[in-house]
């Protein structure tokens, strides 16, 4: 069974920083786009940030210049360094992975989310 486990959430003051790590899990043969995900409350989940497995990267317009994605391929990782955090940028973040899980099979995975709170 696959698993993504996310780490890295808390409380923030607006201007902060903080950075999410998600790694993946288990029976792996390959995997391709990772990303991050959030969800305020009475919101739908919205993209903040996907890199290929070639580390091309694409962010939402709302983070864009104040989070940066990354991965580690040889671990299966992704993190999310966010900068200069706003009370807008408070919500559950989910780490998604694109898996190849055998050279015929392919799915969509979920972390459990972590939660991010800007506040002072």
């Known amino acids: 069974q696959v698993r993504l486990v996310e780490s890295g959430g808390g409380l923030v003051q607006p201007g902060g920083s903080l950075r999410l790590s998600c790694a993946a899990s288990g029976r792996i043969f390959s995997v391709y786009s990772m990303g991050w995900y959030r969800q305020a409350p009475g919101m739908q989940r919205e993209l903040v940030a996907r890199?290929?497995?070639?580390?091309?990267?694409n962010y939402a317009d709302s983070v864009n210049g104040r989070f940066t994605i990354s991965r580690a391929n040889d671990k299966n990782t992704v993190d999310l360094q966010m900068n200069s955090l706003k009370p807008e940028d408070t919500a559950v973040y989910y780490c998604?992975?694109?898996?190849?899980?055998?050279?015929?099979?392919?799915?969509?995975?979920w972390g459990q989310g972590t939660q991010v709170i800007v506040s002072s």
């Open positions: 890199i290929t497995s070639g580390r091309t990267t």
């Open positions: 998604n992975a694109d898996i190849k899980l055998t050279t015929l099979t392919r799915r969509d995975f």
